[in-house]
């Protein structure tokens, strides 16, 4: 196993996302014009479940951003939006969907590439908040759960993209981390 601890099982994820789901759902049943903006990699095994269990019609699209490598942020936010993705978002209800809130700096960066995009409301959805001096504070609306400051695989959280397709989430050891 590539990992030290569990952090969350499989069944711990399908309850997690569930109960995510359930209050997303009462949130925005009411709302007209609901889009999925689900923030590539990371976050597609994940947003993938959620959608599947929210019972209100919301389209899906994506976003492209990067900022890690191995095991560091590098505190610079790639984003790549694909042409005529600010048209999709103008007067949308925006459900920005990522897999981990750590630095903030990914979220933030989106967020404000949003705003410029004139969306009529933005909420954010991470599964897990790294329990973290966020460098960039960001209030995200739904919180799957809050994890301490370790450097997590699995359920779409990659190591220089590796580790994505493990069902659960953990720590990844340190002998499987490159000096
Ligand atoms: P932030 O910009 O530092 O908040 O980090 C957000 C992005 O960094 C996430 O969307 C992840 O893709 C990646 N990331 C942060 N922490 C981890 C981790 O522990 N494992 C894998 N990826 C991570
Ligand atoms: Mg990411």
């Not at 269990?53 to 610079?76: D, H, L």
Request: neutral net charge; charged residues 25%; aromatic residues 6%.
């Amino acid at each position: 196993m590539p990992c030290s601890k569990i952090i969350a099982t499989s069944d711990q994820l399908k309850q997690i996302i569930a109960d995510l789901a359930h209050k997303i759902s009462s949130d925005y049943c009411s709302l007209e014009n609901c889009l999925a903006l689900v923030v590539l990699e990371g976050a597609k095994t994940f947003s993938e479940d959620l959608l599947a269990k929210m019972n209100f019609p919301i389209e899906t699209t994506t976003i492209k951003a990067a900022s890690y490598e191995g095991t560091r942020s590098t505190g610079q936010v790639k984003i790549d939006a694909a042409s005529g993705l600010v048209n999709k978002i103008r007067n949308k209800n925006i459900l920005l969907i990522d897999d981990i809130y750590d630095t903030g700096q990914t979220l933030s960066s989106i967020i404000k590439w949003l705003k410029n995009c004139n969306p009529k409301s933005i909420r954010t959805c991470a599964l897990l908040e790294k329990q973290t001096q966020h460098a960039k504070a960001v209030n995200v609306d739904y919180i799957g759960m809050k994890i301490e400051d370790d450097f997590v695989v699995g359920y779409g959280l990659d190591y220089n993209g590796i580790y994505r397709n493990l069902p659960y989430i953990g720590v990844l050891s340190e002998k499987n981390q490159k000096p």
